[in-house]
């Protein structure tokens, strides 16, 4: 029994996925190894989070608005476990699926090509991306309406740990090695919505 129908998912390939990344790292050096841009991490604290309309402007960094996107999913686990209804779970879906085409476009060959180690917190993001398609995808197809608060759940704790590995440990490395904020923005900006 299907509770809601999915939309298509659209993984963006060649062009599509941003190919002026090709063209040059997203780094460059800075003084002494300094970013001036870096910001401290930890924990995205929903309650600093407005409810976002889609007018508002991303932000211009592609750290913040990576940090944008994992508060605004968590807004959405906490307004379906506050409200329910499949309208919120769609969104909340939606979103999911979009944020990981866009990592997987954008930040994750970013990550392989310009960061040390990144090869391997690549691959990570991708085994973690993959395991939310599949408790999404079990969502959208299998799913029986006594189900779906346990799957949500479970979704939502695969969902924290892998924002805490972002935030704690993904984009620190990042920014370490001297990814350009604006340049991340752009290409992520570049992958649409399915």
């Known amino acids: 029994m299907t509770i809601f129908e999915p939309n298509p998912v ?29 910001r401290p991490t930890g924990s995205l604290p929903l309650e600093s989070t407005p409810e976002r309309g889609d007018d508002e402007e991303l932000p211009a960094d592609g750290f913040a608005m990576l940090e944008h996107d994992h508060r605004e999913i968590e807004r959405l686990f906490q ?5 329910g209804g499949d309208g919120v779970l769609r ?10 085409q866009r990592e997987e476009a954008a930040l994750i060959p970013v990550l392989r090509r310009d960061v040390d180690g990144g090869p391997q917190l690549a691959e990570r993001m991708e085994t973690e991306n993959s395991t939310l398609a599949t408790m999404i995808a079990e969502l959208y197809d299998s ?32 920014r370490a090695s001297g990814v350009e904020p604006q340049r991340l923005a752009t290409s992520l900006q570049a992958v649409e919505r399915p």
């Not at 969104?91 to 990981?100: K, P, R």
């Not at 189900?147 to 979704?155: D, K, S, T």
């Not at 704790?157 to 984009?171: D, H, K, P, Q, R």
């Open 91 to 100: 969104e909340l879906c939606e979103h999911l699926t979009h944020n990981s």
């Open 143 to 174: 799913a029986t309406p006594e189900r779906i608060p346990e799957l949500v759940e479970a979704l939502h704790g695969a969902m924290v740990a892998y924002t805490e590995a972002l935030t704690s440990e993904i984009l620190p490395s990042m």
């Open 10 to 38: 659209v993984r963006p390939t060649g062009a599509e996925a941003g190919e002026f990344l090709d063209e040059a790292p997203l780094s460059e050096e800075h003084p002494a190894g300094e970013d001036p841009t870096r």
């Open 79 to 83: 307004e379906f476990q506050r409200e």
